[in-house]
């Protein structure tokens, strides 16, 4: 049974977007995973099929109702059982390779898009959903964000990324020490007066690794002075030990 994404939307046409293509989109096809896009609006209350209501203390915007959105919820735990529960909320806790892991090593995810200016706080609780934000800035609504979320666990089921696309060594694996990617060249090797650094050019794999391991630290020193803070130290070792 393949991992499983059920995305709970107002707009279940956007699906499957750019999840469609590429590697993600292979795979779906291949039947390596799936995805199915669950309009709220059947769950609607009344005559209009009403999804949202004005926030109590009031304030700007709508707010989806607790109601919807559980009979939503109860619907595709029933397609597709013992899937954690994620609420796409700039609110949420931030998303990252650990949080990418953590899910796709599961059967699936339900994946509750907000819209207007959120969700019924007392539905997200009783059904323990997880937050979660795509990063410091402010969406239009969280479909885009499930997207985001979907691809970055979609490449690490088995047989969706190819041998060519390793997800081992790049930045934030585990083998990559934390640190950003080195940059990359490829042919010619001089464009417009421009030459590859010489080193990857010479055939030295020692020179290389040193060269790469160098400029990903000095890339990651610079942007990300957070990511340096918290790299992954050197493990000590004892003289004579292993190979
Ligand atoms: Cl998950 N949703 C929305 N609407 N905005 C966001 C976000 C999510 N993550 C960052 N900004």
Do not use: K
């Not at 107002?10 to 590697?23: D, H, Q, R, T, Y």
């Amino acid at each position: 049974t393949p991992w499983r994404a059920t995305v709970l939307t107002l707009f279940p046409e956007v699906f499957p977007g750019p999840l469609g293509a590429s590697l993600a989109g292979r795979g779906l096809r291949e039947g390596l995973w799936r995805l199915d896009a669950l309009d709220m609006r059947p769950f609607g209350i009344g005559r209009h099929r009403s999804v949202d209501d004005t926030p109590f203390g009031g304030g700007a915007g709508m707010v989806l109702r607790p109601d919807v959105v559980d009979a939503a919820c109860e619907a595709a735990l029933a397609e597709g059982p013992n899937r954690p529960l994620v609420a796409l909320t700039p609110r949420g806790e931030p998303l990252t390779q650990a949080v990418v892991r953590d899910l796709a090593a599961g059967p699936g995810a339900v994946l509750l898009c907000g819209r207007y200016e959120g969700v019924d706080q007392r539905v997200v609780e009783a059904r323990g959903m997880r937050e979660i934000s795509i990063g410091d800035y402010v969406l239009s609504g969280g479909e885009t964000a499930a997207m985001v979320l979907l691809d970055a666990c979609v490449r690490l089921l088995p047989g969706v990324m190819g041998a060519a696309e390793s997800a081992e060594e790049e930045s934030f694996a585990p083998a990559a020490d934390g640190l950003l990617e080195y940059p990359h060249y490829t042919r010619p090797a001089e464009w417009n007066g421009l030459r590859v650094p010489e080193v990857l050019l010479s055939g030295h794999h020692a020179g290389v690794s040193r060269w790469r391991r160098a400029e990903a630290e000095r890339v990651t020193r610079e942007r990300r002075p957070d990511l340096w803070a918290r790299r992954a130290q050197p493990t000590p070792t004892v003289a004579g030990e292993g190979t």
